[in-house]
């Protein structure tokens, strides 16, 4: 049976991250993933933030261009404009993005396995037996230490007895190039609670690619219906019918915040696994990768040291204290089932007080957690000098 020291479950953002981290550390680390390439049936939007883009090593080639601008609109399509001097946002190219990432991890000894399932993980000595299904074979492999980044309804979790989701939004979007939209980049925010109950519908326009959305409550709406009738609402704003869609893309994203139990002695929890997402406006990139760098950090030092005081430090309660507002602001969105009231709401944010409060969501630079980047950085000059070899 073969050995590793780190078995990481889901070759997303979070997963990848971990891995190429865990791999510079001269771990032997089993990355596993469902999808056969990863640039398959990708799921998020893939928007990142200025603080994501300063802190950690984005390739510039995975990226698309500068967005500054948010039009915010009421269910009446009345709009209120944000701008920022900063350049706020940028769209990832994130089939590209996790193939570069990939490659990183490959170099730096990671086994790669795609087109494997997760079954299941026992308890052992040391570690755990974890069980996988790899196309029509069983692969049985040993493990010191499991990482779960197995999206939100994680069966790592139940098999490492750590918290779940319980809280969840859905969401459904169309990637579309050539599309006929005037003006500068920019993120088109609608707020419907009909066709988005609970959340927002979404236009992010970066001059190359629109990526057109609804998400919200799965229980009180039909997201590809609703999809379907937000394209044809907004037609007085940007006509889709001549566009050409590329791609779709759909998933659950966690809203109540990071999970508090998301560590102990077999493994831990990154990215949805460990609800790692705003819950208010389930943008999940950048608490991902400051937790997967953090998670990085943690396993090494515990496996280095088999003390279990490394694991206090990754303990989701030492958290939620930053997203206190936002569960908050989440538990009142999700009461709000009227247009009328939503509308009276946007007349609101139009105040000068209500509006620099709204320019504080899309544009403040508050993250989570703070963690130390040091393993980033040094995955990211272990990355450039490959790059010139």
Not at 67 to 86: D, G, K, N, T, W
Not at 332 to 360: N, Y
Request: proline share 4%.
């Amino acid at each position: 049976m073969e050995e590793f020291d780190v078995t990481i479950i889901g070759a997303g953002l979070a997963g990848l991250q971990c891995a190429r981290l865990l791999g510079r550390q001269g771990l032997r680390v089993l990355l596993v993933d469902r999808k056969a390439s990863l640039d398959q049936k990708i799921h998020t939007t893939g928007i990142f933030v200025r603080r994501t883009l300063e802190d950690f090593d984005i390739p510039e080639d995975c990226l698309g261009p500068v967005v500054r601008h948010v039009s915010l609109y009421s269910p009446a399509h009345r709009v209120l404009h944000l701008q920022s001097e900063h350049d706020e946002f940028r769209v990832g190219r994130m089939g590209r993005l996790y193939l570069r990432y990939l490659t990183q991890c490959l170099l730096s000894g990671v086994e790669w396995l795609p087109s494997a399932n997760y079954v299941d993980a026992t308890t052992i000595d040391g570690g755990s037996i974890v069980r996988l299904n790899v196309l029509t074979a069983v692969r049985t492999v040993k493990t010191r230490f499991l990482i779960g980044g197995d999206g939100v309804c994680s069966r790592v979790a139940t098999d490492l007895q750590l918290d779940r989701n319980r809280e969840w939004i859905v969401g459904v979007e169309n990637i579309y190039h050539k599309i006929a939209l005037e003006g500068p980049p920019r993120l088109l925010c609608f707020l419907n609670p009909r066709l988005a109950p609970g959340y927002i519908a979404w236009i992010a326009y970066d001059g190359v690619e629109a990526h057109v959305g609804v998400g919200g409550y799965a229980n009180r709406f039909d997201p590809i219906s609703a999809l379907e009738e937000f394209q044809t609402s907004v037609r007085d704003i940007v006509d889709l019918r001549n566009a050409k869609q590329v791609e779709r893309r759909g998933g659950r994203i966690p809203v109540g915040g990071v999970l508090k139990h998301i560590a102990n002695e077999r493994g831990l929890l990154i990215g949805d696994a460990a609800g790692a997402v705003s819950p208010l406006t389930a943008g999940g990139l950048d608490p991902c990768m400051r937790l997967s760098t953090l998670a990085a950090s943690v396993t090494a030092e515990f496996l280095a040291t088999n003390n279990r005081a490394a694991l206090t430090q990754y303990s989701g309660e030492l958290f939620r204290s930053k997203f206190t507002s936002r569960l908050w602001a989440r538990r009142i969105a999700s009461l709000v089932r009227s247009s009328s009231l939503t509308e009276l709401a946007c007349v609101g944010l139009r105040m000068p007080l209500f509006k620099r409060l709204a320019a504080q969501v899309f544009f403040g630079r508050g993250s989570f957690p703070n963690v130390d980047l040091s393993l980033s950085a040094q995955v990211a000059d272990a990355a450039f000098e490959q790059t010139r070899m």
